[in-house]
């Protein structure tokens, strides 16, 4: 089975000869490799800001919201436990990265948002890369789109819900040991 770019014409040939089973373990092989190169990429963006790789998630996962969003919220957000979210916020806080405001709706608690000066740095940071990957996209239809999109949700759903299953195992694993 060829590696090659679906996007080429020898490609899109060889493609139309595959089962969907071959399809199917490229994909699997396609998204493993991709989450490898993203893992290498993210690191090279955190060392290239003077972040760390979790930072670099977090500013990225605040970055999606609609607006200020709590410290639990980002445990939640990131898979941290709420004492590791607290810290990492500390940290984003003293770098100038995040500003923490009062919650107007509770007092007790403050809410956590990307400071301007910060998401003007890491956007300018994310100028040629996003360009990169804009380029690869530029060559899919609109329908292809749709398709890639769709998967990408989905398969975030999926992972989402695994690393919640794969938590609760470990979470259940610690208390029954624990208890012997």
């Known amino acids: 089975m060829s590696t090659n770019s679906p996007r080429t014409g020898e490609a899109r040939d060889q493609q139309a000869e595959w089962s969907r089973a071959e399809l199917l373990a490229r994909i699997v092989t396609e998204s493993q490799r991709h989450y490898a190169?993203?893992?290498?990429?993210?690191?090279?963006?955190?060392?290239?800001?003077?972040?760390?790789?979790?930072?670099?998630?977090?500013?990225?996962?605040?970055?999606?919201?609609?607006?200020p969003v709590s410290t639990g919220d980002i445990a939640r957000l990131t898979g941290l436990t709420s004492g590791s979210a607290t810290r990492l916020v500390d940290r984003l806080v003293k770098a100038g990265i995040v500003e923490r405001h009062a919650d107007p709706h509770d007092r007790r608690r403050s809410l956590v948002a990307l400071a301007p000066e910060a998401r003007e740095r890491i956007g300018?940071?994310?100028?040629?890369?996003?360009?990169?990957?804009?380029?690869?996209?530029?060559?899919?239809?609109?329908?292809?789109?749709?398709?890639?999109?769709?998967?990408?949700?989905?398969?975030?759903?999926?992972?989402?819900?695994?690393?919640?299953?794969?938590?609760?195992?470990?979470?259940?694993?610690?208390?029954?040991?624990?208890?012997?």
Do not use: K
């Open 124 to 180: 300018a940071a994310w100028d040629t890369p996003g360009r990169a990957f804009g380029a690869v996209l530029e060559s899919y239809s609109d329908a292809e789109l749709g398709v890639i999109a769709d998967y990408l949700h989905r398969a975030a759903e999926v992972g989402r819900a695994q690393a919640q299953r794969l938590n609760a195992g470990a979470e259940a694993e610690a208390d029954a040991d624990a208890t012997a």
């Open 37 to 67: 190169d993203y893992s290498l990429f993210n690191q090279a963006m955190a060392d290239h800001v003077g972040l760390h790789p979790t930072d670099m998630q977090c500013i990225a996962l605040l970055d999606m919201e609609p607006g």
